[in-house]
Structure formats: structure tokens, C-alpha cells
């Protein structure tokens, strides 16, 4: 959580009680530090440390500007200034969180001295008129469970957002020729996001991993690594090579300042490597580096969003919808020919050879149980959505490959959405509930959220707090 910035500023209206809205303010920085919340104040902005005057919000929007903030957190002390709210969360372009917590008993004298809750129902709309996109947090007191949930919750949002409006994807090699599916519109996805490839030809990443296999000390500790962690049932020429390939894509990273990749990973690689690049994606991914596989961009973008929904607590997975359950109506196996990372497995992985392929280089495991968000961020014809929804893995049949069944609520109203579109047979899983933080960030990314079961008001309520 200490890594989102939120830029902190409390405010209140000039007819309320201003000794109340310290007072309440003071106590919000209070809890946001008991729960480990990183935040920029406007303490030095004016006396009271509260947002009120319009004269002072140029001077906010700068500080927090010149401190990066990731997020702007308004709490409504008391009514609150509307439009000053309003022109600071336009002025800064981030991520909204709008509470107040909940109003005391009138005194004996029928006085109330804050009305923070009428303050929300005006703000709302006034940002409504400024065209900002905001979280609400539920009406509710600070040590109220839905006070914490609220603000874990909303620091993921603004961590999905930084991370959506700063990706650069190391594109390697040209999609294979037969997936016509993995077809992404590159300029598209720049003009309209912001979202950049870095494309290199596969020879410089075999020129690459020439010049890793020169570097004896570094391919050995790969090696070693490889050998603690899984079984190993390839020669060690072909282990060698993985580690060699690892080590090229995660300089060919840092080379073009890119947080994933998306490979061509048949079938032109193994000609000029001899392997599959499978395992050597696995290790990247588990360092938390999102690799791909097929070429396909829009995966990419899809797992670098889960983890960051994530906190980065969990590794994400990419996988193909393959095959119904043979005993389960509504599950499904979710395969791929070894890229998962190592600590998705359900047991010891091991590194061998990949199903419909004779080269070797693919982790082989079967992936932990539990309760798994599925999603995947896609568009076509100029229009992007996010596919998001919920499953849990079953028992089913061995299959080769990285794989997991799952059970969903309802597959053939999933398998509907995945034939007519935007998605492919690609998805990314992550062992963590993340619906309702990339439901909500949506809103501030610019695409349409697209739950494939009647979940939107449960979504709804995780991200008030309830």
C-alpha cells in the first residue's frame, strides 16, 4: 500500500463548524497512518490544513503534481466546498476517492456541525459537471471495516491506473502467421491510451543469448535456480538455452524500459534456438514480468493490469480457453503449453516437453486450486473492453502443459461472450479476488467493464466498502 502516493486533501464549507473539520481531519491522517497509507498533505497549504479556498487550490494541484501523487483523496470534514473539490480533481487528472465519515447525534440545542454527508450528495454532482470520473466510499466511520476495505480497495485502482498509463510492451518477433486472432492495432493503442510496443526482430534476440552464454556465472545460477525449483527432464544443453533465453528477454527489457513482453514463441524460435520459450517465460513471470505468448499484445496488457489489482501479492497466468469438462457442464480447462510461473503449481513443476511440439522447454503442472479472477482486456473496430469475472479450480482429467480446470457460474453465457467478442481464446488468471478493483479502474482508463455473470451490484458494493 506504501507504494501509491495519494494526495490528501480534507475540506469543509465556511457556514460549518471549522474546529470540527480539524478535528476530523487530524483524525482521518490518523488512520490512513494505521493503515500504512502513504499521502501528501496540504498541512502547509494553509492553518487549518483543509481544502476550502479557491485561492489555494493552484497551490494544492502543484504540490501534488510536483509530488506525483497516484490518487486524490477528498475527505469531507464537513459539507465540504464542492467546486474547489471539483476544479483540484480536474486540474490533476487522477484517481478520485470521495467519503466523509458519518454525522454525529444533534446536540441538545438541535445544532449539528458538519453535515458531511449532505456535502458528498453535492460534491458527486458537481464532479459529475467537470466530467471527473470518481470512487465513492461509503458514508461510514474510520474504524469501520468498510473504512479500510474502501482504501485498500481504491489504492489498487490508482495502482492499476499508473500502471495502464505508463506501458511499454517488448514486442519480439511479428505474431505468428496463422493467429490472425492476436491482431492488435498498434497506433490505435497509442493514440488512445498511451500504451507503446517495443518491436525487435527475433535475431536480436538470438544475438542476444549468444552473448548470455558467454556469461558462465550468470547462466549457472539460472541453471541452478531451474534445478531447486522443479524436475528437470531435459538435457543440459537445452537447460542452458532456457536460461540463456531468460536472461536475453530481461535485458532486452531494461534495454527498451518495457514492464512486459509478448513473444513469438513458434515457430521460427525453434529453428534458430532448438527450444521452446515457455520455462524461460516462467521465470520472468515469476519474478512478476509479464511474458506472453503468440505474439499477443492485448495479453500482455491484460496481465500487467491483474497484478498491479493485485498489489503485486499474486503471479498471474496466461491461458487458453481450450476444452468443456468432460463430467461438468460449466467447467473448463485452462492450458498452455508451460509459461505459468512456479508458484501458481499445485505440486513440483517440471521442466520438459510441450504438448503438440518435439522441442523441449516447457514447465509441465497442473495449477492451484482455490478461487481465481479470469480476465482479459481486448477490442476491436475502435472499441475496448475488459472481460472480468470469477472461478474456481475443480479436479479433471491430466493434461499436458501448464493447466487448471475451472468452474464458473455459467458457460455457456461466458462461451457466448468469448466467440462473439471482442476476446480470443486467451485470458489471464490470478489466484485473487480482483473484480472490483479492475471494474472500477476502468472508468479512469477509458474501457468498458464486462462482467460475464450478473455480479455488477456485489461489485459495486466491494468497491463502497460493504
Known amino acids: 500500500m506504501s507504494t501509491i502516493k495519494l494526495g490528501f486533501a480534507p475540506t469543509r464549507r465556511s457556514i460549518f463548524s471549522a474546529p470540527a473539520a480539524v478535528q476530523y481531519a487530524d483524525l482521518t491522517r490518523a488512520r490512513l ?10 498541512d502547509d497549504i494553509n492553518p487549518e490544513g483543509l481544502l476550502y479556498d479557491d485561492g489555494d487550490c493552484q497551490k494544492i494541484a502543484e504540490k501534488f503534481r510536483c509530488e506525483r501523487v497516484d490518487g486524490l483523496f477528498l475527505p469531507h470534514c464537513n459539507f465540504g466546498t464542492e467546486y474547489v473539490c471539483a476544479r483540484l480533481a480536474k486540474a490533476l487528472g487522477v484517481p478520485v476517492l470521495l467519503w466523509g465519515p458519518r454525522d454525529e447525534r444533534p446536540d441538545e440545542n438541535g445544532v449539528r456541525l458538519r453535515d458531511s454527508q449532505c456535502g ?9 459537471r467537470f466530467g471527473v470520473p470518481f470512487t465513492y466510499l461509503c458514508n461510514c466511520d474510520l474504524h469501520d471495516p468498510a473504512f479500510g476495505r474502501g482504501i485498500k480497495n481504491f489504492l489498487a485502482v490508482c495502482n492499476v491506473v499508473r500502471t495502464f498509463r505508463n506501458i511499454r510492451i517488448l514486442q519480439i518477433g511479428p505474431r505468428p502467421f496463422d493467429f490472425f486472432s492476436t491482431i492488435c492495432n498498434e497506433g490505435e493503442l497509442l493514440e488512445c491510451f498511451g500504451v507503446q510496443l517495443s518491436p525487435v526482430p527475433l535475431p536480436e534476440l538470438t544475438a542476444e543469448m549468444k552473448r548470455a552464454r558467454g556469461e558462465r556465472d550468470e547462466i549457472a545460477r539460472v541453471v541452478a535456480y531451474c534445478r531447486r525449483q522443479m524436475d528437470i527432464g531435459v538435457g543440459d544443453e537445452a537447460l542452458e538455452q532456457v536460461a540463456a533465453l531468460k536472461i536475453a528477454i530481461r535485458r532486452l527489457l531494461g534495454r527498451y524500459g518495457c514492464q512486459a513482453a509478448a513473444i513469438q514463441c513458434w515457430n521460427a524460435l525453434q529453428s534458430e534456438t532448438g527450444i521452446m520459450p515457455c520455462a524461460a517465460n516462467s521465470l520472468l513471470n515469476e519474478e512478476g514480468t509479464p511474458v506472453v505468448c503468440e505474439t499477443d499484445i492485448h495479453g500482455a496488457i491484460t496481465a500487467l493490469l491483474a497484478e498491479a489489482a493485485a498489489m503485486g501479492e499474486a503471479r498471474s497466468f496466461f491461458a487458453d480457453w481450450t476444452v468443456r469438462h468432460p463430467d461438468n457442464p460449466n467447467g473448463e480447462l485452462l492450458q498452455h503449453c508451460g509459461p505459468w510461473p512456479l508458484s501458481v503449481a499445485k505440486s513440483r513443476p517440471k521442466l520438459g516437453f510441450p504438448l503438440a511440439f518435439s522441442h523441449p522447454g516447457a514447465i509441465e503442472a497442473e495449477a492451484k486450486h482455490g478461487d481465481i479472477t479470469l480476465c482479459r482486456f481486448d477490442g476491436d473496430n475502435g472499441e475496448y473492453s475488459f472481460l472480468l469475472g470469477h472461478a474456481k479450480g475443480i479436479d479433471g482429467p491430466y493434461t499436458k502443459g501448464t493447466y487448471l480446470w475451472v468452474e464458473v457460474q455459467n458457460w455457456p453465457r461466458l462461451e457466448e461472450k468469448l466467440v462473439c467478442g471482442p476476446y480470443i481464446h486467451h485470458c489471464v488468471g490470478i489466484h ?8 472500477e479502474a476502468c472508468k479512469y482508463i477509458g474501457v468498458a467493464p464486462d462482467l460475464y455473470d450478473p455480479i455488477e451490484e456485489e461489485v459495486k458494493a466491494a468497491i463502497r466498502g460493504e
Open 120 to 128: 458528498l450528495f453535492a460534491t458527486g454532482k458537481v464532479l459529475r
Open 33 to 42: 497512518r494505521e493503515l500504512g497509507v502513504s499521502f501528501i498533505d496540504i
Open 432 to 439: 485473487r479476488d480482483v473484480v472490483p478493483v479492475l471494474y
